[in-house]
Antibody
Framework: EVQLVESGGGLVQPGGSLRLSCAASGFTVSSNYMTWVRQAPGKGLEWVSVIYSGGSTYYADSVKGRFTVSRDNSKNTLYLQMSSLRVEDTAVYYC???????????WGQGTLVTVSS | DIVMTQTPLSSPVTLGQPASISCRSSQSLVHSDGNTYLSWLQQRPGQPPRLLIYKISKRFSGVPDRFSGSGAGTDFTLKISRVEAEDVGVYYCTQVTQFPITFGQGTRLEIK
């Protein structure tokens, strides 16, 4: 059974950094497309980043240069390193995965990031 | 960026009746590989999103057959043949044909 468990969210001041984790089971992160999507409180969905099985990475313009997606194959875990955080980065961050380019077959429960002074 | 526009934004429906949500993209979603990467997601209250439909009309594993998708090019539709209480939530269309990946604003399905 595919499972994704996000962690690492919390309260951080503007300009700070945070690293989110997405622990996977039931499949291999290096074999799938792994995506981060966020949802600001009461708002819709916003794509953040994707990492291909081959290692290529892509980002939304709103986070490019500030966020970095990576994975640790030995831990079967996806990461999102977030720096220079802004108030508008406040959101629940979800990881999602798929073996194919549907991207969103399976989702984690999300982790809340709050950027506030 | 491809803009995804959903209508209606809110849909009150009677249990057992059909429901339909439209999604229009600002440009064609046909990929150079010939596929159209248009998906529909359901987000129940307090839950993460869940994939219902991908590539316009393919139902994901475990999705009831009362959900169906159709369309082509820039116009797409999600239909629920007979709404059940568990269908309450927000529905999003999304395109993964071109970066950046974009979502519609969401359509809130509620029971009358």
């Amino acid at each position: 059974e595919v499972q994704l468990v996000e962690s690492g969210g919390g309260l951080v001041q503007p300009g700070g950094s945070l690293r989110l984790s997405c622990a996977a089971s039931g499949f291999t992160v290096s074999s799938n497309y792994m995506t981060w999507v966020r949802q600001a409180p009461g708002k819709g969905l916003e794509w953040v980043s994707v990492i291909y099985s081959g290692g290529s990475t892509y980002y939304a313009d709103s986070v490019k240069g500030r966020f970095t997606v990576s994975r640790d194959n030995s831990k079967n875990t996806l990461y999102l390193q977030m720096s220079s955080l802004r108030v508008e980065d406040t959101a629940v961050y979800y990881c999602a995965t798929a073996p194919g380019w549907s991207l969103f077959d399976y989702w984690g429960q999300g982790t809340l990031v709050t950027v506030s002074s | 960026d491809i803009v995804m526009t959903q209508t209606p934004l809110s849909s009150p429906v009677t249990l057992g009746q059909p429901a339909s949500i439209s999604c229009r993209s600002s440009q064609s979603l046909v990929h150079s590989d010939g596929n159209t990467y248009l998906s529909w997601l359901q987000q129940r209250p307090g839950q993460p999103p869940r994939l219902l439909i991908y590539k316009i009309s393919k139902r994901f594993s475990g999705v009831p057959d009362r959900f169906s998708g159709s369309g082509a090019g820039t116009d797409f539709t999600l239909k629920i043949s007979r709404v059940e209480a568990e269908d309450v939530g927000v529905y999003y269309c999304t395109q993964v044909t071109q970066f950046p990946i974009t979502f519609g604003q969401g359509t809130r399905l509620e029971i009358k």
